[in-house]
C-alpha cells in the first residue's frame, strides 16, 4: 500500500471515531438522559480541559522521546477501553470524569495525526500542502459514515454510539503501529528546563503575529464547540413540536447534519488554492464569516419551509471549518522550526481545542440554561443561534482589524518542497 493510502486509512479511522458519537451525543444526554444544559456543557468541557496541555504533552513527548506513531497508537488503544466504560456512568459526575479520561487519550491523536502526516509526506519529498488536503478529505469522509453509522443504527439517543467509537479506536491502535516511522529530535539539547522538555514552542508566543493568531484561534475554537454541542439538539427538538416530528429531518438528525462534513470534503480540495492565491488572514477571515452565516441560517431555519435554510448552513460549515482548523495548522507549520513542529502543532491545539473549547462550552450551557430555556425543556433556539451568530461577527470584525499578516506565496511553495 503507497503511503498516501496509508494515510488515507489512518485519517479514515482518526476522524470515525470522533464522528460516531460527537455530534449524537447530545440526543444521549438530553433524550435519553433529560439531565441540563449547564452539565452538557461541562462534558463537552472535558474536550478543552484535556486541550489544555495533552496535545502539548504529546507533541513533546513526539518530539524527544516517542515515535508519534506509537504513541498514537498507545493512546487509541487506551480511548477505546475508556469509551468501553462510558454507557456504564449513571450521573453527570460520573460520565465527566470518563470523558475527561477519553479526551485526554484522544485530543492529543488530533495533532499527532497530522505529524505523522506531514513527516511521511516530507520523508517522501511530497508537497505537503497539495497532497495533505485530499488525504484529509477521507478523515472527514470516516466521520460522515459515522455519523450515518449510528443514524441508520438509531442508536443516535442510544450508549451502542460509544462502542461503535471503541472498535473503531482499537482498530486505529493497533494500525498505528505499522505508519511510518517519524524521527524524534537527536540534536545535541540545551540543558535548560524549557529546551529538555520542548517547551520552547511556548516562544512563539513572542512573535506578536503568532499571539495574535493563537488568541483568535481559541476564539474561532469556541465557534466550533457550539455548533457540535447543539447542531443535532436541535433538530432533536422539533420532535416535541406535532408539525414537525414525523418529518425525516427530525427523525434522521444526524443525516442532515452530516451534510456538513460533505460539504468539508469539497472544501478541503480547495485549500490550496486559497491559501496560495489569499494568504491565511484572507482565508481565516472567510471562516470566520462562513460561521456568522452557519449560525444565522440556523437562527432561522426548521425542519419543514425552512429546510433549505438548515442545508445551506450545513454546506457553509464546510468552508467555516476547513478554512480555519486546516488551513490554520499549515500555517503553524510553515511558522515553525523543524524541531519543534509537533509541539508546535500541539500548541495551536491547545488553543483551538482546549481553551476555545473550555470558552465555547462553559458560557453556552450558562447562556442557554439562563436566557433561552423555555417551558417544557423547550429552548428558543432562534435566541441561541442569533446570539452565537453575533460573537462570531464581532470575532470576525476584531480579526480584520488586528491581525497583521503580509501575504507571501514564496513561504508555502518553499515549505512545499
Not at 508519534?68 to 459526575?93: D, R, S, V, Y
Not at 462562513?290 to 438548515?310: E, K
Request: net charge positive; with cysteine; charged share 10%.
Amino acid at each position: 500500500m503507497g503511503i498516501k493510502n496509508r494515510l488515507i486509512v489512518m485519517n479514515f479511522l482518526q476522524f470515525f471515531v470522533w464522528g460516531a458519537w460527537l455530534i449524537t451525543i447530545g440526543g444521549y444526554w438530553f433524550q435519553n438522559k433529560g439531565w441540563s444544559g449547564t452539565e452538557f456543557g461541562a462534558i463537552f468541557s472535558t474536550m478543552g480541559i484535556a486541550s489544555l496541555f495533552m496535545p502539548a504533552i504529546a507533541g513533546i513527548i513526539a518530539d524527544r522521546w516517542v515515535n508519534a506513531e506509537k504513541l498514537l497508537g498507545i493512546f487509541h488503544i487506551c480511548g477505546a477501553i475508556i469509551l468501553t466504560l462510558l454507557p456504564q456512568a449513571n450521573t453527570p459526575a460520573s460520565m465527566f470524569w470518563l470523558m475527561l479520561i477519553n479526551m485526554f487519550f484522544y485530543m492529543p491523536t488530533i495533532s499527532l495525526s497530522i505529524t505523522v502526516a506531514y513527516s511521511a509526506l516530507n520523508k517522501s519529498n511530497m508537497d505537503v500542502v497539495k497532497e495533505y488536503p485530499p488525504i484529509r478529505v477521507f478523515g472527514t469522509v470516516g466521520f460522515i459514515i459515522a455519523m450515518w453509522t449510528v443514524s441508520l443504527l438509531k442508536i443516535e439517543t442510544s450508549a451502542l454510539q460509544f462502542y461503535v467509537a471503541a472498535l473503531a479506536s482499537l482498530c486505529l491502535g493497533f494500525y498505528a503501529f505499522s505508519l511510518p516511522k517519524c524521527n524524534i529530535c537527536k540534536e545535541p539539547r540545551d540543558k535548560s528546563i524549557v529546551n529538555s522538555l520542548g517547551l520552547n514552542a511556548f516562544r512563539l508566543f513572542k512573535n506578536p503575529k503568532m499571539a495574535m493568531f493563537f488568541i483568535f484561534s481559541m476564539l474561532l475554537g469556541a465557534s466550533l464547540q457550539l455548533t457540535n454541542a447543539y447542531g443535532d439538539t436541535f433538530l432533536h427538538d422539533f420532535a416535541k413540536i406535532d408539525a414537525y416530528k414525523e418529518l425525516i429531518a427530525v427523525k434522521y438528525p444526524a443525516i442532515i447534519m452530516s451534510i456538513s462534513q460533505i460539504s468539508e470534503t469539497l472544501f478541503i480540495l480547495a485549500i490550496p488554492f486559497f491559501l496560495k492565491r489569499f494568504g491565511i488572514k484572507k482565508v481565516m477571515l472567510i471562516s470566520m464569516i462562513a460561521w456568522v452565516l452557519r449560525f444565522g441560517l440556523f437562527a432561522f431555519g426548521d425542519p419543514s419551509g425552512g429546510l433549505w435554510m438548515i442545508i445551506l448552513s450545513c454546506i457553509v460549515y464546510g468552508m467555516a471549518f476547513d478554512f480555519f482548523n486546516i488551513s490554520g495548522s499549515l500555517f503553524v507549520e510553515t511558522s515553525s522550526d523543524s524541531s519543534m513542529r509537533a509541539s508546535a502543532q500541539g500548541l495551536f491545539m491547545m488553543m483551538t481545542n482546549g481553551f476555545g473549547a473550555i470558552l465555547g462550552s462553559w458560557s453556552s450551557g450558562l447562556i442557554i440554561d439562563t436566557f433561552f430555556k423555555g417551558e417544557g425543556d423547550l429552548f428558543n433556539w432562534e435566541g441561541i443561534w442569533s446570539t452565537f451568530a453575533i460573537y462570531s461577527l464581532v470575532v470576525a470584525i476584531f480579526f480584520a482589524i488586528l491581525f497583521k499578516h503580509k501575504h507571501d506565496p514564496k513561504q508555502l511553495a518553499e515549505f512545499s518542497h
